[in-house]
């Protein structure tokens, strides 16, 4: 694990520092803030055009980052992969919505896998939706082969939420190292600290294509991923699926 001899350590502020002065530097066209409010660096980031999202989970953050000047805000619900939140999408997002009246855009993130989940989303006051997991069983996902079965074959019981990895409660796939660690009783350090000992586990699991050690983070849209699709499939999929929902709702309706 990196020292502060190598560089700012993994997870650090300072990392995250560095990490923030080369989307400045690059002008990237879209920042997404995933912990914690951008709100320091809006005006460099916004003298550079950017558009910035904030992921967040509770609806006192998003009239934080809203009071930032943010562009968009992601309600990303407890369904959801990686760092989340300890409510439901459900519940979240038109909580969001309402917090925010009007003022910033919302788009519904969690547990978001297929066209129903979007229409679903829309229905409860969102913009739009955020999918990720979806996308990672692709040939175009940087993840290995390994990590993408294991997406295919997790099914909808096939991820856990631990503190193991980060120090922060995580969604991921079920794996042994999340599993050992809780069987353990041990208490992950806060973070970045826990990132030092789970990171030899986590690149060694990776490198030896042990999915079963360190399957990556993921949400509970898992059980929808049944094979592995080109991204453009994927999303001609989802897209034709939210239409075809919402045409179902119009019916009801009437």
Do not use: C
Request: no cysteine.
């Amino acid at each position: 694990f990196p020292t502060d001899r190598d560089g700012p350590r993994p997870l650090s502020q300072a990392f995250f520092e560095a990490q923030m002065e080369v989307v400045i530097e690059e002008k990237v066209a879209v920042y997404a803030a995933g912990l914690g409010n951008p709100g320091p660096w809006m005006d460099r980031l916004k003298s550079n055009g950017t558009i910035v999202m904030a992921v967040i989970g509770a609806s006192r953050h998003a009239v934080q980052v809203a009071d930032s000047g943010v562009d968009v805000i992601v309600a990303q619900g407890h369904d959801g992969g990686g760092h989340n939140s300890p409510i439901g999408t459900m519940a979240l997002i038109p909580q969001v919505v309402d917090a925010l009246g009007g003022r910033v855009p919302v788009v519904g993130a969690g547990g978001i896998g297929d066209g129903r989940g979007v229409a679903a989303a829309l229905m409860l006051g969102a913009e739009g939706a955020w999918i990720g997991t979806a996308f990672l069983a692709t040939p175009e996902s940087g993840i290995s082969a390994a990590q993408k079965q294991a997406l295919v074959d997790g099914g909808d019981e096939g991820t856990t939420v631990s503190r193991a990895v980060t120090g922060k409660p995580a969604r991921m796939v079920k794996g042994r190292w999340a599993a050992a660690y809780a069987e353990a009783g041990l208490e992950p350090l806060p973070m970045p600290w826990q990132g030092a000992v789970s990171t030899a586990v986590t690149v060694a699991g990776m490198a030896a294509g042990r999915a079963d050690v360190w399957g990556g983070f993921a949400g509970q849209g898992l059980g929808m991923i049944h094979g592995i699709r080109p991204a453009a499939e994927v999303l001609a999929g989802i897209v034709a699926g939210a239409e075809q929902a919402l045409r179902r709702t119009s019916h009801i309706i009437a």
